[in-house]
């Protein structure tokens, strides 16, 4: 077990899985390529100035973008388009705030830049789904073997490519 | 590493201040230069600094390295951030892999292997091929790093005479001579192959790696890093012999850009100028990589070589030293 399984999973990991188990496992044993991409940065941009009125929650791992009464948990995505990967995040948070006892309602999902929301809904479907993608994440996590390449074309944008494809 | 970092190469003696988030850079001539402290990767020093604790913290804080290099192009160490991306299952296989002598001795043989290839590359001879033959079936032999080395140093005496060949007399090696560098050949491998050496360290912080958990130097020295030794050894070649090689011939060298005394040799000021611009245009240079589909310069080689040993902690793939391809 890492370090990481040790305090749990947070939406970076949910995401990795998502996108593809290797960048879990790479990122669950400590090898974080600089992130300082020109993306990232301009995601933090957005965060700062978007939305004025939010708590961030800090679950340890997970930061939660913020929450609004009524226990609607909201992440903003600087994205311009929605993915199952950011649906999964959002229920990823929504399963941590109900296990600290939070009655939650739902989740929201925020695209700034298509002026867009989706929704998130919450119920036992939705816990059973997450918990299974966190099964899913502790298996990953757990192996001895790195998971395989995906096919290149869907490394596209991934910050591990130079170290999984950077060998002659 | 990033794209949108760069690395500063600072050849004159220079006060670095700090001014809020920049660095402030400034000269005898009493010019000053702002650097975006985000812009920077690292910086290299040819020559006198004067840092404060100013400056120091923000460079800290944003895990600049400050390499120097003495005044014959030796690498006198290092102002290296305390904060490092270690990590502890990458340390756990590397720590593991160093200290099997099996596994060890296989990765010191096939960088002295591989660097001599490289050399013959970089000079474009067949007079090598005996020496070649030799170093192979020394390395077959050798039963420690010692050996190790021990043969390439032969194999380096002959390929310093071959490359001695190619020089105008005043550039000449004749034996290569460190601390300090004798002649003026001397002193250009010096620089160049401390650059290389830098180039290393800071593409190793740039991974989870330790840079002094390594297979071919001695470890015995603390004040070295001894994986990026390793690691620069295949590199030094396309740097050194090359650029060297091609300053002769294009003639870009003149006597005097060095200050030859008796038995020692430094860069002029105007050498320092020449030589930091000539690393940086080769570490620029681009060649088409084949697996990564796109083009990566030699400095960006220089971080894929890393990349293969934090492959090798993780993933158990067999290192190979880096060969020109092209
Ligand atoms: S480069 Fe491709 S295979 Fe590697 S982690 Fe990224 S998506 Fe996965």
């Known amino acids: ?168 | 590493m990033t794209a949108a970092t760069r690395t500063y190469w600072l050849t004159e003696p220079c006060r670095i201040r700090r001014a809020d988030n920049s660095l402030r850079i400034e000269r005898p001539d009493d010019t000053r230069v702002h650097i975006p402290i985000t812009d920077i990767r690292d910086l290299v020093l040819f020559d006198h600094a004067d840092v404060n604790t100013a400056a120091f913290s923000l460079l800290n804080h944003h895990n600049i390295t400050v390499h120097v290099l003495d005044h014959y192009g030796n690498y006198s160490g290092a102002l290296t951030p305390a904060d490092d991306m270690s990590s502890a299952p990458v340390l756990r296989s590397q720590s593991a892999l160093t200290s099997n002598s099996e596994q060890r001795l296989a990765i010191a043989r096939s960088l002295v292997h591989t660097t001599a290839a490289n050399v013959i590359w970089a000079l474009d001879t067949n007079l090598l091929a005996n020496p070649l033959e030799q170093l192979t079936e020394q390395l077959a032999e050798a039963s420690d790093t010692e050996q190790i080395m021990g043969a390439e140093g032969n194999f380096r005496r002959s390929s310093w005479e071959v490359l001695d060949t190619m020089l105008p007399p005043w550039l000449r090696l004749n034996g290569r001579t460190r601390r300090p560098p004798t002649n003026a050949g001397n002193a250009f491998v010096s620089y160049v192959n401390s650059v290389t050496y830098a180039r290393m360290v800071t593409a190793l912080r740039c991974t989870p790696l330790h840079p002094s958990l390594g297979f071919l130097h001695a470890d015995t020295d603390r004040r070295r890093n001894t994986l990026a030794l390793d690691l620069a050894e295949p590199f030094k070649p396309l740097f050194a012999e090359r650029i060297l090689r091609r300053a002769a011939a294009q003639k870009t060298l003149r006597k005097s850009d060095f200050e030859s005394d008796v038995g020692r040799a430094s860069l002029s000021n105007e050498g320092r100028k020449k030589v930091s611009e000539l690393i940086r245009t080769e570490l620029s240079t681009t060649v088409h990589h084949r697996s990564l589909h796109r083009k990566v310069s030699y400095e960006e080689l220089i971080h894929l070589e890393a990349l293969k040993i934090v492959r090798l902690c993780l993933e158990d793939t067999p290192y190979k030293p880096f060969r020109p391809w092209w």
Request: aromatic share 8%; proline share 6%; net charge neutral.
């Open chain 1, 1 to 168: 077990m890492t370090e990481e399984s040790d305090t749990g999973l947070g939406g970076v990991h949910i995401k990795y899985l998502l996108h593809c188990p290797r960048q879990l496992w790479l990122y669950s044993r400590g090898y974080r390529p600089e992130q300082r991409s020109d993306t990232v940065a301009f995601g933090e941009a957005l965060d700062e100035t978007t939305y004025t009125r939010r708590r961030t929650i800090d679950l340890g791992e997970a930061k939660i973008d913020w929450v609004t009464t009524g226990a609607v948990v909201h992440e903003t995505k600087s994205s311009r388009t929605p993915t199952p990967q950011h649906e999964a995040q959002v229920r990823h948070y929504c399963l941590l705030l109900s296990r600290l006892g939070v009655n939650v309602a739902r989740g929201t999902i925020h695209y700034p830049l298509i002026r867009r929301t989706v929704e998130v809904p919450w119920g036992d479907e939705a816990r059973a789904h997450a918990e299974e993608t966190e099964r899913q994440a502790h298996e990953v996590i757990g192996s001895h073997q790195p998971p395989p390449r995906l096919p290149r074309k869907q490394c596209r944008g991934c910050s591990y490519r130079d170290y999984c494809w950077g060998e002659l």
